[in-house]
């Protein structure tokens, strides 16, 4: 059986350039009706680098625009998805975090990974290390979060992770804390975020027609899901499950941006509109195909570009009923 949870969306936002638009997106992503506005962990402004690593520019930093975007708001939630474990001191980090979330009277949602961007480490100067290292660290500042934000004395000494003789403040308003998201694609990180998270984000499906596993984009998010569901057990029930179609457009002619989101990719066009991380066509299509996609991978928590942010809101307030 699979976990039915309410839908909810976010908007991922990484395009302001000055403090009068950010506060102007922000108080836009709440009154167009969504729940959360996300950034994300980049750093690499315009050259090769940037180009490398195939990720858009973002000229805010994370924390600091998430407290201004708590600050022109009453109801909207922040987050970043995800912050990376290695560009921040773990301890630094949980504090930025529950000073967020008590500036923002409990609205913070934190999303953690192990990180991805090679090219993002390489420009940086920062070592990228074997994915199961990454991973080990990423276990390791989970439970440092929890730590920390639960107000008991430290006593942590791991490979990655110290925190001893203290306790940690500021608490967070949301207790035990603040809901904690992970992302993944692989059976490892999946199964962790399934024990551990709050949130479970199913990383980018591949645009190939069938990955190395036989799997086409539909069955490979059917399998990530399978996963969390199986090492879950019992949590299940309450876990949310995020999914982000990159490529989303509210259109009476799909056919035609589907041709050129797959130019745009270099993939054919055939099945792209099936594609989890693509969400193509008229409102009743989209509204459909997000109830199909809960029902078969759980994605309740759906995350749009800031882009179609105004376009999308109609399916918003139809399955929020706000």
């Not at 000073?99 to 923002?104: A, F, K, M, V």
């Not at 308003?173 to 904690?180: A, E, K, L, N």
Request: hydrophobic content about 40%; charged content about 25%; some cysteine.
């Amino acid at each position: 059986m699979t976990s039915v949870q309410p839908f909810r969306f976010a908007v991922q936002a990484t395009k302001a350039t000055s403090a009068k638009e950010w506060r102007e997106t922000a108080r836009s992503v709440q009154d167009l009706g969504y729940s959360t506005l996300f950034l994300a962990d980049h750093y690499l402004g315009p050259g090769p680098a940037q180009r490398e690593a195939r990720w858009p520019a973002q000229h805010l930093a994370p924390v600091a625009a998430m407290a201004t975007a708590a600050a022109v708001t009453d109801t909207l939630r922040v987050g970043c998805r995800v912050f990376c474990v290695d560009y921040h001191v773990p301890g630094v980090l949980a504090k930025e975090a529950a000073t967020l979330d008590l500036l923002s009277d409990g609205r913070l949602e934190f999303g953690i990974g192990a990180g991805w961007s090679e090219p993002e480490y390489r420009a940086m100067g920062l070592p990228f290390a074997p994915a199961g290292r990454r991973v080990d660290k990423l276990c390791e500042v989970v439970a440092l979060l929890k730590a920390q934000w639960s107000g008991e004395p430290l006593d942590l000494r791991g490979e990655y992770v110290t925190a001893v003789d203290h306790a940690g403040l500021p608490l967070p308003v949301q207790r035990p804390g603040p809901p904690i998201m992970i992302g993944g694609s692989r059976r490892r990180v999946l199964s962790f975020a399934a024990r551990e998270a709050d949130i479970v984000s199913l990383a980018n499906v591949p645009f190939d027609a069938h990955n190395d596993a036989g799997r086409t984009p539909q069955e490979e998010a059917a399998h990530r899901y399978g996963l969390v569901r199986d090492a879950a057990g019992g949590r299940i029930g309450g876990l949310e499950i995020e999914s982000s179609p990159f490529f989303a457009r509210l259109t009476d002619d799909p056919a035609s941006a589907a041709d050129r989101v797959a130019r745009s990719l270099g993939v054919p066009a055939d099945g792209l509109l099936d594609h989890p991380n693509v969400l193509i066509g008229e409102e009743d299509e989209i509204v459909d195909r997000l109830q199909e996609r809960r029902a078969r991978f759980g994605a309740n928590y759906i995350t749009v570009q800031q882009n179609e942010a105004e376009r999308f809101a109609p399916v918003v307030a139809r399955l929020t009923g706000h």
